[in-house]
C-alpha cells in the first residue's frame, strides 16, 4: 500500500520528535531545566561503564531438597497425628531420602492412603522393613519429576528474594539473572560498599522458632554429643569461635519458619537499643498463635541462620501475629537484618563463586574511548556519503544521525543498559545502515542510466530494494535474538542495541529516506538534472 507523502511527513516527525523527547534526559542528565516536561527515564551504563561489583552465586541445591524433603516429613507426621496415626523420628538420609517409624502396624495401610493423597508424584515408598513389636520403618524418597521441578521453583525464588533485597538495598540499574548450573549473576552498576553488598546478598534469612531442650546440659553437649532429637546451637553474639562461647540445647523439631513474615522493620527499645519487629501474615499469625498457646511457661528460641538470638519464656498465647528479634545490633545491622526478612528468606545457601570489581576510572576510559571510536567512525562514513553521493550523502547523514537519535530514545524508554559491547553494536549499525542506502542509491543510478525519470527512478529503486533490504536485516534481528536468549551480560548489551539499532535502520532507511526524497523531488521537480 502507497503511502502518501503528507502521512509520511507526518509519521516521521512523530516518531523522531518522540525519539528525541525519551533521548533528551540522556544527554542533559535528570537534573535539567526541561525535567518537568521530559521523561524521567535515561539510559543506565552497565557494569564495565559505570563500574561497580559482579557476582556469580552458586545455589545449594542439595541443601534446599533437603530441607524441603524434611519439611514434608513434618507435615506428613502432623497429618497422620490428626487421623490417629504414631509416626516418630522422621529425619532426612541424604539429601533425598525420608526415613520415619510406624508404632502400629495395623494402620499401614491407612498411612499409605495419606501418602498416595497429599504427596502423589511428590514421594514415593522406596523400602518398608519390620522391626518387630508392630513397628515398620518406612523409607521415602523424592519422585525425580517433582526433584527438577523443586530445583526450578528454588532457583525462581533465589532469584525474586535476591531481587527484592537489591532493590532496597538502594543499588541502580542492578541486572539479576539465572544462569546454567545453579547459578545466579548479580551486576551491581555504580557499587560502593561491596562488603556489605556480599554479606546481604549471600546471607540465607531462615528463620526458625524451636524449643529449648530444658533437659539438656548445654556444657556436656558440647564436650559430647546432644541428645536424639535434639541439636547444640550458639547464642549470636558469642559464637563458637569467640573465647567464651555461649551454647545452647535446642529441639529438632521446627514450631515455626519466617515463611509467614509480612513485614520486617527496625524499632527501638527503651534504652534506645535497635530491634527487629516482626508482623506475619494471617495464617503465620494463626499458627504463632497456636505455637505459643500450646507452649506456656516454655522457652522459645528464635533461631536465624544457625544463630540464636533470644530464647525467652512464653508467658501467653500470643495474639496479632507479631514477635521481634534482639540481639547487640548496630542500627546499619538491624537495618540489613530487616531488609532480608522482608524480602524473605533464601531457599537454600548461596555461595560466592566468583566476585569481580570494576572501579569507575576504568569505566570512564571505556566510556571515552568507546565514544571515541564512534565519532572517528561516524566522521569517515559522513565525509564519503557526501563526497560520493552528494545530496543523496546529505541524506544519508541525517538518516545516521535520527539512527542514533532512535537507539538512545529506546534505550532509555525501556530502562535497557548500554554497556561496552552495546556500543560496538551501535558502531556496527553505523556500517549497516550505510549499506541500505548504498543498496537503494546505486538501485536508483541504475534506473536512471535506463532512461528512467527521477521520480519514477527514485519509486522502482526504493521497491525493489527494499526486499533486499529486509531479508538482510531481518536475519540480523534472528541472529540477536539468539545471541540475547543464550548469552550472558555483555553479549546481551551487544544483542539490545544491535537489535533496536537493526529496527531503527530498516525504518529510517525505507521510510524516512523516501519521504525525504520524495519531498525533494516534490519541491525541486527536476526533470534530467538528478543524479546521485
Given at each position: 500500500?502507497?503511502i502518501?507523502?503528507?502521512y509520511?511527513?507526518i509519521?516521521s516527525?512523530?516518531?523522531?520528535?518522540?525519539a528525541?523527547?525519551y533521548a533528551?534526559p540522556?544527554?542533559l542528565?535528570?537534573?535539567n531545566?526541561?525535567?518537568?516536561?521530559?521523561?524521567?527515564?535515561?539510559v543506565?551504563l552497565?557494569l564495565?561503564?559505570k563500574?561497580g561489583?559482579s557476582?556469580?552465586?552458586g545455589v545449594?541445591?542439595d541443601?534446599?531438597l533437603?530441607?524441603?524433603?524434611?519439611q514434608?516429613g513434618?507435615n506428613?507426621?502432623?497429618?497422620?497425628k490428626d487421623?490417629?496415626?504414631?509416626?516418630?523420628?522422621?529425619?532426612?538420609?541424604?539429601?533425598?531420602?525420608l526415613r520415619?517409624?510406624l508404632l502400629d502396624?495395623?494402620?499401614?495401610?491407612?498411612?499409605?492412603e495419606i501418602?498416595?493423597?497429599?504427596?502423589d508424584n511428590?514421594?514415593?515408598?522406596?523400602?518398608k522393613?519390620?522391626?518387630?513389636q508392630?513397628?515398620i520403618?518406612?523409607t521415602l524418597?523424592?519422585?525425580s519429576?517433582?526433584?527438577n521441578?523443586l530445583?526450578?521453583?528454588?532457583?525462581d525464588q533465589?532469584?525474586?528474594v535476591m531481587?527484592?533485597?537489591?532493590n532496597?538495598f538502594?543499588?541502580?540499574?542492578?541486572?539479576i539473572?539465572r544462569?546454567?548450573?545453579?547459578r545466579i549473576q548479580?551486576?551491581l552498576?555504580?557499587?560502593e560498599d561491596?562488603?556489605r553488598?556480599v554479606?546481604?546478598v549471600?546471607?540465607?534469612?531462615h528463620l526458625e522458632f524451636?524449643l529449648v531442650d530444658e533437659d539438656?546440659?548445654?556444657?556436656k553437649?558440647?564436650?559430647?554429643?546432644p541428645p536424639?532429637?535434639?541439636?547444640?546451637f550458639?547464642?549470636?553474639e558469642q559464637g563458637p569461635e569467640?573465647k567464651?562461647?555461649?551454647p545452647i540445647v535446642?529441639?529438632?523439631?521446627v514450631?515455626?519458619?519466617?515463611?509467614h513474615?509480612a513485614d520486617?522493620?527496625?524499632a527501638?527499645?527503651?534504652?534506645?537499643?535497635p530491634?527487629v519487629s516482626?508482623?506475619f501474615?494471617?495464617?503465620?499469625a494463626?499458627i504463632?498463635?497456636?505455637?505459643?498457646?500450646?507452649?506456656v511457661?516454655?522457652?522459645m528460641?528464635?533461631?536465624?541462620?544457625?544463630?540464636?538470638?533470644?530464647a525467652p519464656?512464653i508467658q501467653?498465647?500470643?495474639?496479632?501475629?507479631?514477635?521481634s528479634i534482639?540481639?547487640?545490633?548496630s542500627?546499619?545491622?538491624?537495618?540489613?537484618l530487616?531488609?532480608v526478612?522482608r524480602?524473605?528468606?533464601?531457599?537454600?545457601p548461596v555461595?560466592?563463586l566468583?566476585?569481580r570489581?570494576?572501579?569507575?576510572?576504568l569505566?570512564?576510559?571505556?566510556?571515552?574511548?568507546?565514544?571515541t571510536?564512534?565519532?572517528v567512525?561516524?566522521?569517515?562514513v559522513?565525509?564519503?556519503?557526501?563526497a560520493?553521493?552528494g545530496i543523496?550523502?546529505?541524506?544519508?547523514?541525517?538518516?545516521l544521525g535520527?539512527?542514533m537519535l532512535?537507539?538512545?530514545?529506546?534505550l532509555?524508554?525501556?530502562?535497557?543498559t548500554?554497556?561496552l559491547?552495546g556500543?560496538?553494536?551501535?558502531i556496527?549499525?553505523?556500517?549497516t545502515?550505510?549499506d541500505?542506502?548504498?543498496?537503494?542509491?546505486e538501485?536508483?543510478?541504475?534506473e536512471r542510466r535506463k532512461?528512467?525519470?527521477?521520480?519514477?527512478?527514485?519509486d522502482?529503486?526504493?521497491?525493489?530494494?527494499?526486499?533486499t533490504?529486509?531479508?538482510?536485516n531481518?536475519?540480523?534481528i534472528?541472529?540477536a535474538?539468539?545471541?540475547?536468549?543464550?548469552g550472558?551480560?555483555?553479549?546481551r548489551?551487544f544483542?539490545v542495541?544491535?537489535?533496536?539499532?537493526?529496527?531503527?535502520?530498516l525504518?529510517?532507511?525505507?521510510?524516512?529516506s523516501?519521504t525525504?526524497?520524495?519531498?525533494?523531488?516534490k519541491?525541486?521537480?527536476p526533470e534530467?538534472?538528478?543524479n546521485l
Open positions: 500500500m502507497r502518501s507523502l503528507t509520511r511527513v509519521i516527525a512523530l516518531v523522531i520528535g518522540l528525541l523527547l533528551l540522556t544527554f542528565g535528570k537534573e531545566p526541561l525535567q518537568s516536561v521530559l521523561p524521567d527515564k535515561e543506565n552497565g564495565d561503564l563500574g561489583m557476582l556469580t552465586l545449594d541445591m541443601k534446599a533437603s530441607s524441603s524433603l524434611g514434608m513434618e506428613l507426621r502432623v497429618q497422620a487421623e490417629g496415626i504414631v509416626i516418630i523420628r522422621p529425619r532426612v538420609v541424604g539429601s533425598n531420602m520415619f517409624y502396624a495395623d494402620k499401614a495401610k491407612r498411612l499409605q501418602i498416595e493423597r497429599n504427596y511428590k514421594l514415593s515408598i522406596q523400602g522393613e519390620s522391626m518387630g508392630g513397628r520403618k518406612y524418597s523424592m519422585t519429576e517433582y526433584r521441578k530445583k526450578e521453583m528454588t532457583l533465589a532469584l525474586k531481587r527484592n533485597r537489591i532496597e538502594g543499588v541502580s540499574e542492578p541486572d539473572r544462569m546454567k548450573g545453579n548479580v551486576q552498576p555504580g557499587l561491596s562488603e553488598a554479606e546481604l549471600k546471607r540465607t534469612a524451636r539438656s546440659n548445654a556444657q553437649a558440647v564436650r559430647g554429643r536424639s532429637g535434639s541439636e547444640l550458639y547464642f549470636a569467640s567464651n562461647p555461649k535446642l529441639k529438632k523439631q514450631l515455626m519458619t519466617g515463611q513474615i520486617a522493620s527496625v527501638f527499645n527503651r534504652y534506645n537499643q530491634y516482626l508482623t501474615d494471617d495464617r503465620g494463626r504463632f498463635e497456636r505455637v505459643t498457646g500450646n507452649h511457661n516454655e522457652r528460641a528464635i533461631v536465624l541462620d544457625g544463630k540464636v538470638y533470644s519464656t501467653e498465647k500470643i495474639r496479632g501475629g507479631r514477635a534482639t540481639g547487640n545490633f542500627d546499619q545491622e538491624a537495618h540489613d530487616a531488609i526478612l524480602a524473605g528468606s533464601l531457599p537454600a555461595n560466592v566468583h566476585e570489581s570494576v572501579g569507575p576510572s569505566g570512564q576510559q571505556s566510556i571515552q574511548q568507546g565514544v571510536a564512534l565519532v567512525g561516524g566522521l569517515l559522513l565525509v564519503f556519503a557526501i560520493y553521493y543523496g550523502g546529505v541524506i544519508v547523514d541525517l538518516l535520527f539512527n532512535i537507539i538512545i530514545a529506546v532509555a524508554g525501556f530502562g535497557a548500554l554497556t559491547p556500543i560496538a553494536g551501535i556496527l549499525l553505523v556500517g545502515a550505510m541500505a542506502s548504498v543498496l537503494i542509491f538501485r536508483i543510478r541504475e532512461g528512467m525519470s527521477p521520480a519514477k527512478a527514485v522502482e529503486a526504493f521497491v525493489r530494494s527494499s526486499l533490504i529486509m531479508d538482510a531481518v536475519t540480523t534472528l541472529a535474538l539468539i545471541l540475547y536468549q543464550f550472558t551480560g555483555p553479549i548489551g544483542a542495541t544491535l537489535t533496536v539499532g537493526t529496527f531503527a535502520s525504518f529510517t532507511a525505507i521510510f524516512v523516501r525525504f526524497f520524495e519531498f525533494w523531488l519541491r525541486k521537480r534530467s538534472s538528478f
